[in-house]
DNA sequence: TTGTTCTAGTCAGATTCTCTGATTAAAGTA
DNA sequence: TACTTTAATCAGAGAATCTGACTAGAACAA
């Protein structure tokens, strides 16, 4: 069976369980916008770069953002090293929903291993962070 | 990491990689299309199960099939077994995209074994494979 | 057989996401 | 200074997706 499909199912299991817990929780918030605001570093990153990390064109991005922005979880300031640019950060309001999200992704990733077992999802994770060396434009 | 994104980082890059490739191919297809008429099986797929296994609603999934059928790429015919269904049907025309498919993600699979090694990449094809059977809505 | 309920698919309308192309302002460079 | 590049935005359009309502056929229960 075709390994990108083989990848897009859990990926997007994943990327479903997250959104729907974090919006049960009381966040209102979107696939689109989370991909985009999981690339948000921790000073601070430019709209450019998210754009390209969450692998979409800066208008998306901004967007995106502009949305997020009106509703708290995202904020825009000055970049003091560069006059064209600004950092878009995470918000308080928007880092209560950290641990949400992490709660259900352990969940998951317990489903997981009782079902693969625990080497395979070491073996799993190693193959991953090693193939995003090569796939990830963020890095 | 996020095993979340770290699906989905790779996941992304077959889909776009593969999606250029039968396009510069000659082929007019979309990201969205594909990922329904990926799912078509052999003897034809009815419409509410393409949906469930490419997880869009029924809407949006006959939204896709109608414009692939008028493209050609796929047909609809009655199903003997019920009066209401109809069966969606791989046309040859798109047929003709598979090898295109293939030799791309052939080339991926190379690239990765490249970098990652050929145990580890066997061992990720069977990780995920057994991830599909408690993630893929289609089985 | 005859209702009643369920299922497959479609229609209508709206929203969300995403893109291309053009523009502005600040940096960098010759 | 003048030219080129870069960060971001504006404007407009197209693609993908959804919710809700509807039709026709199937399944089932009395």
Known sequence: MNIGLLLFIPSREVE???LAAVVAAGFEITQAQARVLMRVGPDGTRLTELAEAAQVTKQTAGFLVDQ???VGYVERVPDPTDGRARL?????KAKEAVPVANAEMAR???E???HIGRRRMA???EAL???GEITDPYR
Do not use: D, F, H, P
Request: net charge neutral; hydrophobic share 45%; aromatic share 4%.
């Open 16 to 18: 479903n369980r997250i």
């Open 68 to 70: 997020m922005e009106k």
């Open 88 to 92: 878009v950060r995470v918000t308080g």
């Open 108 to 110: 998951i990733e317990a």
């Open 112 to 114: 997981w291993e009782q």
């Open 123 to 125: 073996q799993l994770r």
């Open 129 to 131: 962070e090693m193939l």
